[in-house]
Nanobody, 127 residues
Framework: HVQLVESGGGSVQAGGSLRLSCALSGVSNSPYCMGWFRQAPGKEREGVAGIESDGSTSYADSVKGRFTISKDNAKNTLFLQMTSLKPEDTAMYYC??????????????????????WGQGTQVTVS
């Protein structure tokens, strides 16, 4: 069956870096739209970065210049390179995929309501 599995989370000191990975399995075609989201305790899930099949990307203002989203189409794997991490980046990070999520424009790449397939999440803690 189709599933997303995240990895790469962990604990890091402020200013450090982490690279998250998300493997998509159970599909025969490359995904059209994928994104990274995060949710801190007591807060809503928010969009962090999104990417379309043509490589177009969107980022939340809070991570621009620090995070980079990328993908390996051959391996159906999504990445999130996080640098200059701050304590406020602490959250559970989720990847998501949906064939139609990006159709409404760049902002839809970061809209959690546009995605139907979600991973289980990986915890990132910055102290």
């Amino acid at each position: 069956h189709v599933q997303l599995v995240e990895s790469g989370g962990g604990s890091v000191q402020a200013g450090g870096s982490l690279r998250l990975s998300c493997a998509l399995s159970g599909v025969s075609n490359s995904p059209y739209c994928m994104g990274w989201f995060r949710q801190a305790p007591g807060k809503e899930r928010e969009g962090v970065a999104g990417i379309e099949s043509d490589g177009s990307t969107s980022y939340a203002d809070s991570v621009k210049g620090r995070f980079t989203i990328s993908k390996d189409n051959a391996k159906n794997t999504l990445f999130l390179q996080m640098t200059s991490l701050k304590p406020e980046d602490t959250a559970m990070y989720y990847c998501a995929e949906d064939r139609f999520a990006c159709l409404k424009g760049p902002n839809s790449r970061l809209d959690r309501n546009e995605y139907r397939l979600w991973g289980q999440g990986t915890q990132v803690t910055v102290s």
